[in-house]
């Protein structure tokens, strides 16, 4: 089994910071992409921000210049940090990775969600 753990949401005031972090444990046999995820009331998930195992990174053009994503391959981990915040960043961010799983034995490819965390971004 694997886990995802979110953590580092909150409330801020526009402009102001949050980072978000995802530890991912459990029986890892290769992680490969992870990445950010975000959904506002009303609205479909979406993609913020992906980091291959090599460190290439993707964002949405809504977030460029202002949300960077890092990833520590020794831990497990993929952080966000997201600055210049918009009320319209408010959404529940949920953390997914791509990996291998050490399922009894046998390596099997599967996709990891944590269980979100919400940012509110007042105006």
């Known amino acids: 089994q694997v886990q995802l753990v979110e953590s580092g949401g909150g409330l801020v005031q526009a402009g102001g910071s949050l980072r978000l972090s995802c530890v991912v444990s459990?029986?890892?046999?290769?992680?490969?992409?992870m990445g950010w995820y975000r959904q506002a009331p009303g609205k479909q998930r979406e993609l913020v921000a992906r980091?291959?195992?090599?460190?290439?990174?993707d964002y949405v053009d809504s977030v460029k210049g202002r949300f960077t994503i890092s990833r520590d391959n020794a831990k497990n981990t993929v952080s966000l940090q997201m600055n210049s915040l918009k009320p319209e960043d408010t959404a529940v961010y949920y953390c997914?990775?791509?990996?291998?799983?050490?399922?009894?034995?046998?390596?099997?490819?599967?996709?990891?969600w944590g269980k979100g965390t919400l940012v509110t971004v007042s105006s």
């Open positions: 459990g029986n890892i046999y290769r992680l490969y992409d």
């Open positions: 997914n990775a791509d990996l291998i799983e050490d399922s009894g034995g046998r390596n099997v490819p599967r996709s990891y």
């Open positions: 980091i291959t195992s090599g460190g290439s990174t």
